[in-house]
């Protein structure tokens, strides 16, 4: 068994290596095809003397075949090397941009799946056990009208109700001005509270309320459907009723039902992990989140081709260490899964 997990996680983890380069080289394509040039970008006008354009141009290293920037970026990439930023400012490093981004993408991702996780829980499991009733019907509307939300939409009007017209929640970044925090992880919550911070823990959880909120409930639509058509199945079933008939109680019946019908949420809930950090663009700049999703538009703007692909790669590895993790956990959960 131990060895058929230890291959499973070798053959599972080298597959992320194919994925990574298909995504880079698609994103390569499509950087250099789209109309536009990145110096004329950066530098922001096209009064410029052929020979200073020429000389940027070979200073970001576009003056090389195309081929040969393909497999010189590759071959930096592999090494930990993710080239320097085009735009201003010129010439930093891209990874030190992906740590100073990342945690602040991670710790929304985080608090913003913990809400999907537990609304589509809780909802789902009430429109199972009152199936066929108005409330049933409600967690079913509630579900089609969570997933169809427009993020951008959605979280301007939770910022004007709770933070313009009651003034009760910051509507934009990470923490407040002048609340000092010592940074170790990146990640603010944590750094609060390995400080005993409790200034900067407040005022983190204050703003990481009204972003996480409107991501997690976009989301929590998926769970509420999945959990709610799992419980009616596993509610139907024979073993269930023999429950019932020895008098065990409901709560515990439906205990028991629920973890039976976990197993397929799982698969989803690494399916929207990876969703979050891909899609929290628009929650980022909607609250104006200074995370990887800004990072990109602001990037994107420019035209800054390594730092857009750096951060696209970056993504792609994270997203499919995720998957890996959620493949044995789902394996492991369920017995019917054979290495």
Known sequence: MARGVGQYVVIR????IPTVLILYTIVFIFLRILPG???LAVVGTKNIAPEQLEHLRAMAGLDKP?????????????H?????????????????????????????????????VLLGLITGVIGAIRKGSKIDTSMRIYS???????????????????????????????????????RMTGLYVLDSILTTNKEALISTLKHLVLPSFTLGVVLSGAYTRLVRNNMVDVLSQDFIRAYHARGVKDWKVTWYALKNAFIPVITLMGLQFAILL????????????P????????RIDYRDYNAIQGAVVFFAFFVGVISLIVD????LLDPRVKY
Do not use: C
């Open 13 to 16: 983890g080298l597959m992320i």
């Open 37 to 39: 040039d990145p110096i």
């Open 66 to 78: 195309l081929y040969v920037q393909y497999f010189d970026y590759l071959i930096r990439m592999f």
């Open 80 to 116: 930990g090397d993710f080239g320097v930023t085009l735009a201003f400012p010129q010439g930093k490093p891209v990874w030190e941009y992906l740590k100073l981004r990342f945690p602040a993408t991670l710790e929304l991702t985080i608090f913003a799946f913990t809400i999907s």
């Open 144 to 182: 089609i009208v969570a997933y169809t939300l427009f993020i951008p939409w959605f979280g301007m009007m939770l910022q004007y109700l709770f933070g313009v017209h009651f003034h009760i929640l910051p509507t934009s970044g990470r923490i407040s001005p002048g609340v000092e925090l010592h």
């Open 278 to 289: 891909g899609g929290a663009v628009l929650t980022e700049t909607t609250f104006n989140w």
């Open 291 to 298: 995370g990887m999703g800004t990072f990109i538009v602001d």
């Open 328 to 331: 044995i956990v789902y394996a």
